[in-house]
Each structure stands twice: as C-alpha cells, then as structure tokens.
C-alpha cells in the first residue's frame, strides 16, 4: 500500500471555492490561502440552525504510544455519512509540529482516510500556531519587560510568575533555562522555560472563545504572577490584551480544508488533551454545526481525558450539546490491555484480547455517566483475526452497543458506510440525553473526586502538601467555580501508566495544582506532566525531505 503522504499527493484536489460552494458560502466570505485552503468569517455561524444539526463526538478507549486511529475513524466517518447521502463534515483539530517532527507524525488521519493537502496541514498551515505562539510571547516580553521598568513596574514578584514562553518544537533542552543573564540591560535574571505552542493558554483561550469580545475578556484573565505584597497580577495590568488580539485576529477564523474524496472539513485549534481540554475550538464545532447536517469531531486521547474534557468544559461553557459518540478501538490495544508485551502486539491472541476488553467496557459505562449512547468503530488492521473482531462484537452486546469493523484507512469512504448507517441510526432513535456529569457549583474537591472515582474507576483521591497549599490560593483568587482540566498519563485510566486494562483499588494523588484563569478552567496535575516533549531516539524529521521541484516526502 502506497504511503500516507504518497496517496495524499496522487489524489485529485479540488478548489476550496468549490468546496465552500456546496456549503452554500459565497466567494466573497471565503479569504483564501492559496488554492485548496480558506478561513471562515464568524459571521457564518448560526445558533438557530446549529440547534437543528447533530453533532457526533469520536473518541477512543485507553491508547497505546502509537494511537488508535480517532483522525482516521472521524475522517472516514464524515466521507461514509456522504456517501449514504447524509450532508456532513469533519472538524478536527490541527496538527502541532512537536509530533509531526517527532514520534507520531501529523494528524491529518491516515491511508484512504485523511484530510488534504496534506503537506501544508501538517506543515505551517494557515499560520495559527505562529500566531498563537507570537500573542505568548508578546506577553512574556511584556512581563519581563515591566520587571526591569522601575517608571512603570507593577511590583512584580519573579518569583511568583507562572508564565512561559512556547514554540511549536519538541526541545527538551527549553524546559527549564536562566534568562536575564549578561548584564542589567539585558533583564532582570530569573529562572524561566518554554512550553510547547499546544500547551499555551493561549491555544486553550483561542478554543474557548466564541468571538473576538470574548477572546479579548479571557486573555485579560490571564494571571501572570504575584505582587511583592501579594496581590493577584493580570494580562490586562499590563495593557496587553489588545496586541495580543491583534496577533490573532486571523488565527481566530476556521480553516476549510477537504478530506480525500472532496468533502468539507474545517481544522481549528489544538491543545493536548493531557493538559488541556484536548478539542478543535468551540467557534469551528459550531461553525461546521452552521454549515451541515452531521458534524464529525473529535477529543484527545482516550475517553477518560478527551471526551470528559469535551462534555465538562468545552460542551457545559458551550451548550453544545453531542447526539452520539463513536470509540475507536483497535485489537493491537486490546491485546496490549490483555497483557501483551510490545513486541506481542501483533501476534493474534484471542485469550488477550478477551482479557483487554474490561478497558473498552469502562469506557463505554463512562459514556453513560453523561447521558450518551455510543457505537464501537473496530478500527481494522491486516493482522486483526476474525476470531479477535467477533469477540469483540459480541462484548458489545453485553452493553447493548454495536461495534462495527471499519476499514476506512484502506478503503475511505466505503468501508466506513456501515458505521455511517449505525450512528445515523443512533441519532434517529434520539435515546442520548446528554449531560454533564458535575454542576458547577460544586468545589474543586467534588468535581476532582467525581471524576477519579466514576470515571477513572478510583477508590479514592489524596493530594500533597503542595497541592492542599495551591487550592487554598485558588480559593482566595475566586476560581474555585471553574470546571477541572485533569492532566494525567494518557496510558492508563489510573494515574500510574503501568495500569493498563481496567484498574481497580487505585487512590489518585493530586500533585499539585495549576489554572488557567483565561481558558476558564482549574488543573490538577496527577503525577509528572511534559509541557515540551523531547525529540525520540530517531526523529521523524531525519526521514523528512524536499526535492528541486518541490516534492515532500517521509511525511506521514
């Protein structure tokens, strides 16, 4: 089969003026960026016809390093539903250039499944991460900037500042530096490090927001840090808010794009789901909810930290309200929760399989704690046995679920039309009641404990000294109304990746506590959390290259 990027480059493409066209967008609404990309003014979005459409969330049970397919399933989803006649599209998340340079590669989707062009996705884009990263970094000039203007100085504590600088690079050696140094004019000298661009409030604020206004109000609510006497330090004390909006007065626009078979998809935004809410931004799942029928999305990670996240932040600030979700499994992870070693992973075992399948069953009774109804997408690999898939589809009927075997990476659209019919079925017996699974009223320790116990499946949450220490300053700060932005491991439904399959008789531990007054959300970390990843042993990027006529290949 020929590469990802191979079959992106050989597939037809056609002009995002035609694309837009069958949505119904005029030329003049569309600003393009070249011949095959566009940004969306928010003046397309409309609440009263969003309220008419339906929107489908996609997630997955507890993934291995490599991931489970939830791009790829999504993608296939929204050309399948095409096909069977339904009008819909994809609206997904963009790609960080960390993991495309790194590890896991893009997050364009996969093989027959994918959103194109695929290069410039994956690449620079329409410049929003740029953008988000200048805005960031504009304001910790500023901060410094203030620390050395005794004229104008807010008093700044440097030791009490929180925040960083980012780039869109996986650079281990950033994450903690000396800055300042070289003389006074050269700043006041402080220890300080560097995020990567997804982990930026300022990502997570561009995905919150429903407009400019709003952008504006939630970067003014960013805290920078202390005063020598205590007081509370913002964004807005340090007149920033305005640049800071300017920077990003396109990034806040959807991006069009289209998948393989020429279908709309609209890709805005990307926070990590491991420490923030993991979604495309609240105005492009509305926007594509304005423009048809059915719309695709999708959350970071495994249910537990992206689809918690998507129901408790992005949906209960939005009053979006999803009509089904889809979990993306594949018998490569359920091996790996049945014990199978990495080497093992593909090595047909049934007894493993069997044994991995009390993680897929979490995860579907989790859906229920918000009122959900759910279809199991088999995401289907050339080594998966027939023995392994039926096993897996007769579970589901033990939760009244089906699971459907999807081939969407080598077959697109047509091998996704099963699971098409199913979720449209789904939607049609309207049997999804969706809610969030805390009010907000409740105390951090309440949604904290909520949380760990239903969903995780913990007997219990205990936090350090430091931890008991922050929640008393969020307290005294008034953020304790905020909804909780959990970051933990990926790899387990516990706190301790080693966990796999279904853990039982785990306490959580709170390690400490950060917040993102801006984003609007609170974030207990649960163990060590990476803000900037390192680069593997072997990078992505030293397979990656360009040819004199312009042709990228090693991308994937």
Known sequence: MLTDIAISQSAPIRHIKDVAAGLGISNNDLEYYGKYKAKLPLKLIDEEQIKKNHLILVTAITPTPAGEGKTTISVGLADGLNRIGKKAMAVLR???????????????????????????????????????????????????????????????????????????????????????????????????????????????????????????????NIYVGSTFSGEPVFARDLNAVGAM?????????????????????????????????????????????????????????????????????????????PKAVVIVATVRALRHHGGAKKEELAIPDTGKVEKGLANLG???????????????????????SEEEVSHIKEYCTRYDTKAISCTGFTDGGAGMTELAEAVAELIQKNESEFH?????????????????????????????????????????????????????????????????????????????FEFAAGAGFVIPILGEMMRMPGLPVIPAAENIDIDENGIITGLS
Request: proline share 4%.
């Open 94 to 220: 963009e790609p960080s250039l960390g993991p495309v340079f790194g590890l896991k590669g893009g997050a364009t989707g996969g093989g027959y499944s994918q959103i194109i062009p695929m290069e410039d996705i994956n690449l620079h884009f329409t410049g929003d991460f740029g953008a988000i990263e200048k805005a960031n970094n504009l304001l910790a000039a500023l901060i410094d900037h203030n620390l050395q203007n005794k004229k104008r100085s807010l008093q700044i504590d440097p030791r009490t500042i929180v925040w960083k600088r980012v780039m869109d690079m996986n650079d281990r050696a950033l994450r903690h530096i000396v800055i300042g140094l070289g003389g006074t004019a050269n700043g006041i000298t402080r220890e300080d490090g560097f995020n990567i661009t997804p982990a930026s409030e300022i990502m997570a604020i561009l995905c919150m927001s429903s407009g400019m206004n709003d952008l504006k109000r939630r970067l003014g």
């Open 245 to 321: 909006a300017i920077l990003l007065k396109d990034a806040i626009k959807p991006n069009l794009v289209q998948s393989l078979e020429g279908n709309p998809a609209i890709l805005h935004g990307g926070p990590f789901a491991s420490i923030a809410q993991g979604t495309n931004s609240i105005m492009a799942t509305k926007m594509g909810l304005s423009l048809s029928e059915y719309v695709v999305t999708e959350a970071g990670f495994a249910a537990d930290l992206g689809a918690e996240k998507f129901f408790d932040i992005k949906c209960a600030a939005s009053g979006l309200k």
């Open 362 to 384: 979490k995860h579907l009774e989790n859906m229920t704690l918000f009122g959900m109804k759910a279809v199991v997408a088999i995401n289907r690999f050339p080594g998966d």
């Open 436 to 512: 969030p699974l805390y009010e907000s009223a409740l105390s951090i320790e309440e949604k904290i404990h909520r949380i760990a116990t239903k969903v995780y499946g913990a007997d219990g949450v205990e936090y350090s000294v430091k931890a008991k220490t922050q929640l008393k300053h969020i307290r005294e700060l008034g953020f304790d109304q905020m909804p909780v932005c959990m970051a933990k491991t990926p790899k387990s439904l516990s706190d301790d990746e080693r966990k796999t399959g279904r853990p039982e008789n785990f306490i959580v531990t709170v390690r400490e």
